[in-house]
């Protein structure tokens, strides 16, 4: 059997990666200074179907308002206005 003899490929075009631009802020736009445990309906939109919060490069919030956002839920959740999971 000869030996296998390497053939020159074409070089590929490194193609950059498009990042999507970032979602604004939801409480930024309302210019919210707070965001309520109380807001039962706005807090749903940030938790998942299986009931766990969504992480800020989906939901779009900025840092500040994640963490306002994730204190909020939590507080929701001890109070039972959100479950912990959902069946």
Do not use: W
Request: proline share 6%.
């Amino acid at each position: 059997m000869p030996p296998k003899t390497k053939t020159k490929t074409k070089t590929k075009r490194v193609v950059k990666d498009r990042r999507q631009k970032r979602k604004p802020c939801n409480f930024c736009i309302e210019r919210a200074i707070d965001v309520n445990y109380k807001d039962v309906v706005r807090l749903r939109k940030f938790v998942s179907e299986r009931g766990k919060i969504l992480p800020r490069r989906i939901s779009g919030s900025c840092a500040k308002h994640q963490r306002m956002l994730t204190v909020a839920v939590k507080r929701a959740r001890i109070i039972a206005f959100l479950p912990f999971v959902t069946e």
